[in-house]
């Protein structure tokens, strides 16, 4: 025990940090005063030391608190420098890529520049200083073109033209000095595709001459009196449209002269020129140009077809090539090439390649397509959609405008036979021209036809030869043979001037079909069944995907009293143009000379759907209900006639069956 006490000590003495206070009272307890004295002394200085020692700890860790707290602040310095710098190398990266990319949008823009620009012209100090300056009169060409560019309407796609530049014509002033906008010139001038206009005023002997060139072009000159400024510089701007835009400037000269004054040589000489142009695309549209000359300045529809089947040999995916064939052909009465024409149009309007067509034009000349292709298979009711639709639109092209549409919804009115819309319509029609009123003389005429006004026809010959003296040269001369006549001269023979008829149809041309099938209509009102049988069979021939001859073939048979034959033929009529009434309708009525009120029935409800204004299809279906023993229904249908347009026999039936009822 004695040892392991002693070992204890020396280890507690040992480690001078732990003073055991029981031990310390027996020692004090059992030494002497001096001793006890003397041992406090001892324990009061080793607390000292120690209050001392963690005195220097406290201030040593407090230091040490201190460093660490200006090392945190400096490593967040640091940290805050090193963002600082990400952030102005981002900030200077995005700098650069900035002006890379504005470097790069100038030269692409400069590239892609095809303007036109007009500096400033070289004019004499005396007019200079009177304010006349050369950019005053740059000012001016600026102004002269810019009116030519905005009268100039034309389906040709502008990146169709060599040397387009567009709605983009300025006038260019001088810069001292360098800046950015110098250099951007410079480049437009070294990679892009401007055309510079330069000229300049100057006197001369007898006043003043006016020169405008383009580039290498040598330039036109324009002398004149000082006056004669304004004029001077017009015609110095259309020798810039003529020399840099040619085909443009020949549709320019087309619309902006009157008839009588147009410059048809100037014109012809244009597209003449453009037809050597080593560019095919070129070429086809010169002869889109000839062919507007013959058609709408010479009147000589068949030169206007060979000029267009010209533009398509050279280039055959130009939609204007066949919206002008269409409406060539059909004012020369070639209703199956027409058909055939309109065909194409639509099929390349829903190609999904890019066209060579402006854009602006695709809609107007598709709903054209679909108007004219409705109508020449006799389908009515689907050629009414798209003419209210274009009678609305707000253009002026010169196919396909809304007058156009107007003049075909009311033929679409009339041979549906609703002749109480057609009339409404025509009533309802703008003033214009007086061009326009005489096509709109002719149309009226085809529309009387229609809904069998026979004595309004003949009563409105006189004018037709007026038509001609009205419009000299002007394309409705070739449509009065075509579009006139026929009609005339079956009217004549409804009202029983049978020579009258022949004279007027012996001067018409043969390869027309609706002329064909006329001399066959009036050989069947004339009972000659014979020859009626030739010229329909002539119509068949020349139309075969036409409904029209087959149909008036099966009228014919049913005069003669041949249902069953009348009915084959009204057969075929319906497979050709499925929507046309006419055929189902006179079908109805060859089923009722078989005692099939039944059957006829179905077909008069089936023309229904394609001619639910027709007064006589009513009258018919009313009968077809009445001899079925549905009387009361055959009221209704009697009921419906009588408010519709009907012919003076039609109205004389319709009372007897009312009074019979």
Not at 104 to 114: C, E, K, P, Q, T
Not at 205 to 232: C, H, K, N, P, Q
Not at 282 to 294: F, K, S
Not at 465 to 490: C, K, M, Q, S, W
Request: some cysteine.
């Amino acid at each position: 025990m004695a040892e392991e006490t002693e070992g204890q000590e020396i280890g507690a003495e040992a480690q001078g940090a732990v003073v055991d206070p029981v031990a310390v009272a027996l020692a004090l307890g059992g030494a002497s005063r001096e001793e006890a004295d003397a041992f406090l002394k001892k324990l009061s200085a080793f607390l000292d030391n120690q209050s001392a020692l963690i005195a220097a700890q406290k201030h040593h860790v407090g230091e040490q608190s201190k460093y660490l707290h200006e090392q945190f602040q400096e490593l967040g310095l640091n940290i805050w420098q090193q963002r600082m710098g990400v952030l102005l190398r981002i900030a200077t990266g995005f700098v650069g890529l900035a002006v890379a990319a504005g470097l790069a949008l100038m030269i692409w823009d400069a590239v892609h520049a095809n303007g036109l620009v007009i500096q400033s012209f070289s004019v004499p100090p005396d007019l200079a200083s009177r304010g006349l300056t050369g950019q005053v009169v740059a000012s001016q060409m600026q102004d002269k073109l810019t009116a030519m560019q905005n009268v100039t309407g034309s389906s040709r796609p502008p990146q169709s033209y060599a040397n387009n530049w567009g709605d983009d014509i300025k006038v260019e002033i001088p810069e001292t000095g360098v800046s950015i906008g110098e250099a951007y010139r410079f480049l437009k001038e070294w990679l892009g595709h401007e055309t510079h206009v330069t000229g300049e005023v100057y006197r001369t002997a007898t006043g003043i001459a006016v020169t405008a060139r383009t580039g290498a072009d040598v330039g036109g000159t324009y002398l004149g009196t000082e006056s004669d400024l304004d004029a001077l510089v017009q015609k110095a701007a259309e020798h810039v449209y003529g020399s840099t835009q040619p085909y443009r400037y020949g549709f320019y000269l087309e619309n902006h002269y009157p008839v009588g004054v147009r410059p048809v040589a100037e014109e012809r000489a244009i597209y003449t020129k453009s037809l050597s142009d080593p560019d095919p695309l070129e070429q086809a549209w010169a002869w889109i140009g000839l062919n507007n000359i013959d058609a709408t300045a010479e009147g000589n529809m068949r030169a206007a077809v060979i000029d267009l089947h010209k533009a398509i040999a050279v280039d055959p995916d130009i939609p204007s090539d066949y919206i002008n064939l269409g409406d060539r052909e059909y004012y020369l009465g070639h209703s199956e090439a027409s058909l055939a024409a309109y065909r194409t149009l639509d099929r390349l309007l829903n190609r999904s390649t890019p066209l060579n067509i402006d854009a602006q034009y695709v809609n107007p000349y598709r709903m054209f397509g679909h108007l004219n292709i409705a109508m020449l298979l006799g389908d009515y009711t689907s050629a009414i959609s798209p003419g209210q639709s274009g009678a609305g639109l707000n253009n002026s092209l010169a196919l396909a405008g809304p007058e156009d549409f107007r003049r075909r919804l009311l033929l679409s009115f009339a041979r549906q036979h609703d002749g109480n819309s057609a009339l409404a319509f025509w009533r309802s029609l703008p003033p214009t021209s007086r061009a326009i009123n005489a096509i709109r003389a002719i149309i009226r005429l085809q529309m009387d036809a229609a809904l069998e006004n026979w004595p309004a026809i003949v009563a409105s010959e006189p004018s037709v030869d007026t038509f001609r003296e009205d419009n000299p040269g002007r394309d409705i001369n070739a449509y009065i043979g075509e579009g006139v006549r026929p009609f005339l001269a079956l009217a004549k023979a409804k009202l029983g001037d049978i020579a009258g008829a022949e004279a007027v149809i012996a001067a018409i041309p043969s390869d027309c079909y609706d002329c064909i099938r006329m001399r066959g209509d009036i050989a069947a009102v004339e009972g000659n069944w014979g020859r009626a049988d030739y010229w329909f069979a002539r119509a068949v021939h020349d139309g075969p995907s036409l409904p029209f001859a087959e149909s008036d073939w099966g009228q014919m048979l049913l005069q003669k009293g041949d249902p069953d034959a009348a009915i084959a033929k009204f057969t075929i009529a319906n497979q050709k143009g499925p929507h046309f009434a006419d055929p189902l309708e006179m079908w109805g009525e060859a089923l009722l000379k078989k005692n099939r009120s039944d059957l006829a029935l179905a077909k008069f409800a089936e023309a229904g759907k394609y001619a639910p204004n027709w007064g006589r299809l009513h009258l018919k279906w009313g009968e077809a209900l009445d001899y079925a023993g549905h009387k009361d229904e055959a009221q209704k249908q009697f009921a419906l006639s009588n408010g519709l347009n009907l012919s003076s026999a039609d109205r004389a039936e319709l009372t007897r069956e009312k009074g019979r009822g």
